[in-house]
């Protein structure tokens, strides 16, 4: 059976179509590194490749919540840490100051002391990351305690998400963070002052006891901070290999081998120019056998 011109016509016209199409797609791989780049290059593996971006973004906020706690966290680590401090040298003055060898002159140069302390404590209570306050609850523009040393703040935690059905409080109230039994730890380096000024030798006495609560208030503020950063840390940890995870299988399902697509690139070129080169002597050919 003779095979026409249009025959041929047409078989060579698909032949250079789908050898087109594949150039356009070896070409499209080649640029974007990437073998899916349309639905139809692989429905499965786009629908596949779009779950992993979903959760890689997650994770990524997840990622950002947890430093921006730890930050914050650490952040009110360190006043603690200096507050703790600050309990300590009053605690040495107070015995200081409550011996009976101590002159009313004596007692009110450690006053002086107590008063530097106090005052900075307060300071410290006014602490801000990112221009808010950090121990006034949710009320992050209003300074914790007043000059008459009362609580502004509210006792609200503010929790961030960690991960999907986990969230951590990134803050501690000063409320918590500066007063034990009723009393903040301002007042008690304030009563203290009074009464080395006054020379009450029993009330010196007796704040040693308050200081002492109150430097063990610190300690449990501290500890439950460390075991919050202990938390994240652990939880950012497995969050890394959970990306590192999911970045691997988004890689494997829609990265392109650029070797093999620049290899399949060349052998569809060669193909190409084979084929224009055999239509046509095939069309010549052809065209004579129709002149004939």
């Given amino acids: 059976m003779r095979i026409t011109s249009f025959a041929i016509f047409n078989q060579m016209t698909r032949a250079l179509q789908d050898g087109m199409k594949k150039m356009s797609l070896y070409s499209e791989r080649l640029s974007s590194g990437k073998k899916i780049n349309k639905p139809s ?73 107590i008063a530097s302390l106090r005052d900075e404590a307060l300071r410290l209570s006014q602490t801000q990351f990112r221009d808010r306050y950090i121990f006034s609850g949710y009320k992050t523009d209003t300074t914790p305690f007043d000059a008459s040393f009362n609580y502004q703040g509210d006792a609200n935690e503010i929790n961030v998400l960690i991960d999907r059905d986990s969230t951590i409080a ?100 060669v193909s190409l120019e084979s084929l224009r080169a055999s239509g046509a002597k095939v069309m010549s050919q052809s065209l004579m056998d129709f002149l004939d």
């Fill in 41 to 113: 290059d692989d429905v499965y593996g786009m629908m596949n490749a779009m779950g992993y971006k979903v959760t890689l973004n997650e994770i990524d906020q997840y990622k950002k919540n947890i430093d921006n706690a730890d930050s914050q966290l650490g952040l009110t680590e360190t006043v603690m840490s200096s507050v703790g401090d600050i309990l300590s040298r009053a605690r040495e003055l107070a015995v200081q100051g409550s011996t009976g060898t101590q002159t009313p002159a004596n007692r009110a140069s450690i006053a002086q002391e």
């Fill in 170 to 269: 990134l803050n501690v109230t000063g409320d918590e963070a500066f007063s034990s039994g009723g009393e903040t730890y301002f007042e008690t380096l304030d009563n203290l002052y009074n009464a080395l000024i006054n020379d009450q030798t029993s009330i010196i006495q007796a704040s040693i006891t308050l200081i002492d609560n109150a430097t063990g208030q610190v300690a449990n503020v501290r500890a439950d901070i460390g075991a919050r950063m202990n938390s994240i840390e652990k939880l950012k940890s497995t969050h890394e290999d959970r990306d590192t995870a999911l970045k691997t299988l988004l890689a494997s399902t829609e990265d392109d081998d650029i070797a093999v697509t620049i290899s399949e690139l060349t052998k569809t070129q």
